[in-house]
């Protein structure tokens, strides 16, 4: 039973990695393959746990309890068959600290998730998905969701590898639409360490400077379809 469920799972992250398209046959074959793996699984977990009950459901228990278990079985398949967002390695505490930002209130309602988070904060990935709570009035993304997905990016990043002793504040920001978002998009913000250490350096001569990021929005076919420029302010702490 665990055998066939892993087949399953591994050969459409194979496909789906691979970076084919689950279309036509492949899509007709993948759904009667699923179809076949949760009733065979609802069964076997069904005659399991009816044979362990200490007393004989009725009816309607066990109809409730089939459905039940034939449900939480297609959620584990949907979640384990997600196709990988990024392929780059991350720790699972990093992984966490992305959980929790994507849980963060104010950035869970820009509709945008980080998909990889580095562990020393060099790197962002963003996925922007193209759904019913993003969508603008024709049907393309929404140029608030663009903006608002990368908005907070930099100046966190820039907050956690300068450290207590800097303060860092947004200034300005502007947006440019180059083509409709028809697609899901994706972005990266990277922070290498040769810019923080020059930052760290000019700022030992100057009181404060302002420096500015540019982030580029992509769609599936990696055309960009928004940049967003962030001006930001870095100046030492007076404490």
């Not at 399953?8 to 970076?19: I, L």
Request: charged share 25%.
């Amino acid at each position: 039973m665990v055998c066939v469920f892993v087949m399953w799972v591994c050969s459409y992250r194979a496909v789906c990695s691979s970076g084919k398209s689950a279309s036509g046959w492949f899509r007709s074959i993948r759904l009667r393959h699923t179809k076949f793996v949760l009733e065979y699984l609802s069964e076997k977990s069904w005659i399991y746990i009816s044979k362990n009950l200490p007393t004989v459901p009725t009816i309607t228990d066990s109809f409730v309890l089939y459905f039940d278990i034939h449900f939480l079985i297609l959620l584990i398949a949907k979640h384990l068959s997600k196709p990988p967002e990024s392929t780059m390695p991350e720790p699972f505490f990093t992984k966490i600290r992305r959980w929790g930002f994507n849980l963060f209130p104010a950035y869970r309602r820009t509709g945008a998730r980080l998909t990889y988070l580095d562990s020393d904060w060099r790197r962002v990935d963003i996925k922007l998905p193209l759904n019913w709570r993003t969508k603008n009035y024709v049907g393309t993304m929404f140029g608030g969701c663009m903006f608002a997905a990368v908005d907070p990016i930099y100046m966190i990043l820039l907050i956690k590898r300068l450290g207590n002793d800097y303060v860092v504040w947004d200034k300005s920001a502007s947006i440019q639409f180059h083509r409709p978002g028809k697609t899901d998009l994706f972005a990266s913000c990277e922070l290498p360490d040769e810019e923080v250490a020059a930052l760290r350096q000019r700022l030992e001569t100057e009181v404060s400077i302002e420096r500015t990021y540019r982030t580029e929005l992509k769609n599936q076919d990696d055309e960009v379809c928004a940049t967003v420029e962030k001006v930001i302010h870095i100046r030492k702490s007076k404490e």
